[in-house]
């Protein structure tokens, strides 16, 4: 029986309906629990680049705003999964935790389901098709080819 679901979540249509098919699993009277999970990609602007003249000490204050609203982005993303999950599941004894995480989308999927303990992982596919996926790598067929845990792909 799966108690403990990873769903990654990156805004995208088919990420947004593996967050609804994690949740109608789970919807059950038994306790179980959803982490659900984002990967914030920090993108500092070179606005305070002028060449040789450059102050380089305003490079540090641009990455921390970066990562501020990379995190801020990400933790909005989560919010509508949560809620959607919240109005899926209702009263039922199943708890939503969220997680913001920074580096490799598939690495951290892969290494917070195994620190999750969670028994299956669900993702959506990007549908980047056949040859941008293996020229860019996708993301489920890293997790899929790399993790012990089973994987719902979901498209």
Same mark, same amino acid.
């Given at each position: 029986?799966?108690?403990?679901?990873?769903?990654?979540?990156?805004?995208?249509?088919?990420?947004? @309906?593996?967050?609804? =098919?994690? %949740?109608?699993?789970? #919807? @059950?009277?038994? !306790?179980?629990?959803?982490?659900?999970?984002? +990967? *914030?990609?920090?993108?500092?602007?070179?606005?305070?680049?002028?060449?040789?003249?450059?102050?380089? #000490?305003?490079? *540090?204050? $641009? $990455?921390? /705003?970066?990562?501020?609203?990379?995190?801020?982005?990400?933790?909005?993303?989560? /919010?509508?999964?949560?809620?959607?999950?919240?109005?899926?599941?209702?009263?039922?004894?199943?708890?939503? $935790?969220?997680?913001?995480?920074?580096?490799?989308? *598939?690495?951290? =999927?892969? $290494? &917070? %389901?195994?620190?999750? *303990?969670?028994?299956?992982?669900?993702?959506?596919?990007?549908?980047?098709? !056949?040859?941008?996926?293996? +020229?860019?790598?996708?993301?489920? /067929?890293?997790?899929? &080819?790399?993790?012990?845990?089973?994987?719902?792909?979901?498209?």
């Amino acid at each position: 029986m799966t108690d403990k679901v990873l769903i990654a979540v990156d805004g995208s249509p088919f990420s947004i @309906r593996a967050v609804h =098919i994690g %949740a109608n699993l789970l #919807n @059950r009277n038994t !306790p179980g629990v959803i982490v659900l999970l984002t +990967i *914030a990609k920090p993108r500092a602007g070179m606005e305070w680049f002028q060449g040789p003249i450059s102050d380089l #000490n305003q490079a *540090a204050e $641009e $990455e921390r /705003r970066a990562i501020k609203s990379a995190f801020q982005g990400g933790q909005e993303l989560l /919010r509508e999964a949560y809620g959607i999950c919240r109005s899926i599941l209702k009263d039922q004894p199943v708890q939503v $935790e969220t997680v913001v995480a920074t580096g490799d989308p *598939a690495q951290q =999927i892969m $290494e &917070n %389901a195994k620190k999750k *303990a969670c028994d299956l992982i669900i993702l959506g596919s990007r549908g980047m098709g !056949p040859l941008r996926g293996v +020229i860019l790598g996708s993301v489920s /067929r890293k997790v899929l &080819n790399n993790t012990q845990r089973p994987v719902l792909i979901v498209k």
